[in-house]
């Protein structure tokens, strides 16, 4: 049975084996027979170390509010070799209709946000970068063309990263300062390149519903993870291909009960809510207006600390967070630059 490229990927990524590579495998590479040795070396490679929620948010903030959007646009089926104008128009959508309404709607509440972009989505589309940085949002990695880094060697992985920095910043003007690993694909390998190149924070793990320090086979790293969850994320809800089961199968406006219980949670642990948006998803006009009512909700609450991912980060390692907005003047109920 011939079985395509993105299958045998996706195979591979759930721990399969791809039955046209090799044959049976090994009685000594199976789960059930490894070592302890083994198994936790597996577990501790890259670990959640201390908590990083905060005694207090800036402004004396009781909660704090991170929206996020990852900029895919066209690279999701670039990367997965479907280059037809079907698939390609859903994320033409994205950057074309989804972007200016999202950031008028950013605007109208004045909150700020951070856009993870692939650097191909970056280069097919440098205006959305321009008009990001205009309006004060941060601009972050999120790989070159939506690459699986879990199907990369090091080499591979390294240089599509150090790609993706040099396009960042060349288009933004800034260099990028966190990552958002495509898909939340965290290689092996993952953790020693964002020290290697100085990043300071990730937000691809979801190992606590608050920041943490992230481990390196057991040893503080410095690097700051912003965790994020499916829960939190449109993709799981609202997702539709029409080559496979996957549907949406949620109402949009489930959504926003879904979403306001998890705020409303984190402000009275006084802690972190963090939201993972695809335009190309939240950006049509049945679903938009769920992210409009969760903002005017939130917004209509004191106390609030609203702040793009690198001002989280910042603000953890004991920085000034509003010294990485670039000319930005915002005032939510709270904002970094308060």
């Known amino acids: 049975m011939t079985r395509s ?11 399969g084996i791809d039955p046209g590579a090799r044959g049976d495998v090994a009685r000594e590479d199976q789960p059930w027979a490894w070592d302890e040795s083994r198994w936790r070396g597996c577990v501790e490679r890259v670990r959640a170390g201390r908590s990083l929620k905060p005694q207090a948010w800036p402004g004396g903030a009781e909660v704090a509010v991170a929206l996020s959007f990852d900029s895919d646009h066209e690279t999701i089926p670039l990367r997965n070799s479907e280059t ?3 698939r390609l128009s859903q994320g033409e959508y994205g950057a074309r209709v989804a972007v200016p309404r999202i950031l008028r709607l950013l605007d109208h509440h004045r909150v700020p946000a951070s856009f993870f972009v692939p650097a191909v989505s970056a280069l097919l589309h440098p205006g959305e970068i321009g008009a990001c940085v ?13 690459e699986w880094n879990t199907t990369l060697d090091p080499d591979t992985e390294r240089d ?3 790609r993706s920095i040099d ?5 933004s003007g800034s260099r990028p300062v966190g990552i958002r690993t495509p898909s939340w694909d965290f290689s092996d390998h993952t953790l020693n390149l964002i020290r290697e190149l100085h990043l300071t924070y990730d937000s691809s793990l979801i190992a606590d519903d608050e920041p943490y320090e992230l481990l390196a086979d057991g040893a503080p790293t410095g690097i700051v993870e912003i965790p994020v969850e499916w829960i939190r994320d449109d993709a799981p809800y609202l997702t539709m291909d029409r080559y496979t089961g996957t549907r949406p199968y949620t109402p949009p406006r489930e959504l926003l009960r879904i979403w306001l ?4 949670q984190a402000h009275r642990e006084h802690g972190l809510f963090q939201l993972t948006l695809h335009h190309h998803v939240i950006g049509h006009r049945s679903r938009i207006i769920v992210l409009e009512q969760l903002l005017e909700h939130i917004s209509s609450i004191s106390g609030v600390f609203f702040a793009r991912h690198d001002e989280v980060a910042a603000y953890l390692a004991g920085l000034d967070p509003g010294a990485t907005r670039r000319g930005s003047d915002r005032s939510g109920s709270e904002t970094a630059a308060s």
């Open 5 to 15: 490229p993105r299958a045998v990927a996706r195979n591979v990524r759930a721990g």
């Open 84 to 86: 037809h104008p079907g």
């Open 134 to 146: 205009a309006a004060g949002h941060e601009i972050a990695l999120h790989g070159w063309i939506h």
């Open 160 to 162: 599509l990263l150090m």
């Open 167 to 171: 396009v960042i910043e060349r288009l």
């Open 261 to 264: 219980d998890e705020f409303e």
